[in-house]
């Protein structure tokens, strides 16, 4: 790397899934490269690059946000989520993507990351949230393949487990 090249890169500091980063950035990099390529952690799709398909979105201090239109450096001291934190340490799925994948939700899995992250800040906002909400959710992510029926069932489930309504029974993978 040239001098000048390093002196072009700023530093930035976030918490991504509960890790500390501490990188140098380049400034006009997006928030969907950095993750990506920078860090490695590939969850977070890139599909439209225009913020339309919702497959970048990840979860910044708490609000849903896509990848694809936030520069890197704008997540300075921020926490930062992405679908690798629904998973625990040993790999297990969470609520969310265990109802996923009991309704075949999932299909080609494109647009799923960006979904459970919505989904995810939906629920943290609000436990007792109903299909409406769920659905007005989906609003901002293109699926292909599901038609949504799935994706909405799945929602639908794991809202009911999340506020304590029934057990979750572990499906074995």
Known sequence: MTRLAAEQRH????????????????????LTDFIRHEIG????????????????????DGQPA??????????????????????????????????????????????????LISLDALFARRADADEAEIRDVLTGHLC???????IVKAALEAATELRGDISHEPIDA
């Open 41 to 60: 952690a590939t969850g977070t799709h890139v599909g439209c690059e225009h913020g339309v398909c919702g497959a970048c979105t990840v979860n910044i």
């Open 144 to 150: 292909r393949c599901t038609g949504y029926a799935p």
């Open 66 to 115: 896509r990848a694809c239109l936030t520069l890197a450096l704008q997540v300075e001291g921020c926490e930062v989520r992405t679908v690798e934190s629904l998973a625990d340490k040993q790999g297990r799925l969470g609520v969310l993507q265990s109802a996923f994948r009991k309704h075949h939700a999932l299909q080609c899995g494109f647009c799923t990351a960006g979904i």
């Open 11 to 30: 530093r930035i500091r976030f918490t991504l899934n509960g890790e500390a980063v501490d990188r140098l950035c380049e400034p006009r990099m997006l």
